[in-house]
């Protein structure tokens, strides 16, 4: 992407930035996007209270990666069309 000058938004689980937070961080200064996907991947729909958990912790891991706030979302096991 990079050497293509190609920008891309980029869902990231948050256990994976927990993980990898260099990587959230590269991904991040070389300007592209960066999105909230839940922290496990689990389906969101068995109560507010877990889909809260995963969305607050995956926030709290991309922005101790990179120092991102993220809006954007895209849900576990969602289709795109």
Same mark, same amino acid.
């Given at each position: #992407?990079?050497?293509?000058?190609?920008?891309?938004?980029?869902? %990231?689980?948050?256990?994976?930035? /927990?993980?990898? $937070?260099? #990587?959230?961080?590269?991904?991040?200064?070389?300007?592209?996007? %960066?999105?909230?996907?839940?922290? /496990?991947?689990? $389906?969101?729909?068995?109560?507010?209270?877990?889909?809260?958990?995963?969305?607050?912790?995956?926030?709290?891991?991309?922005?101790?990666?990179?120092?991102?706030?993220?809006?954007?979302?895209?849900?576990?096991?969602?289709?795109?069309?």
């Amino acid at each position: #992407l990079k050497e293509k000058g190609v920008k891309a938004t980029f869902y %990231i689980l948050g256990y994976n930035a /927990s993980a990898y $937070p260099h #990587l959230v961080k590269r991904i991040y200064d070389e300007g592209h996007d %960066i999105g909230n996907h839940s922290y /496990s991947h689990q $389906p969101l729909t068995a109560s507010r209270e877990r889909a809260f958990t995963e969305l607050n912790a995956t926030q709290r891991a991309l922005e101790s990666a990179a120092g991102v706030r993220t809006k954007l979302f895209r849900p576990p096991y969602m289709t795109p069309y």
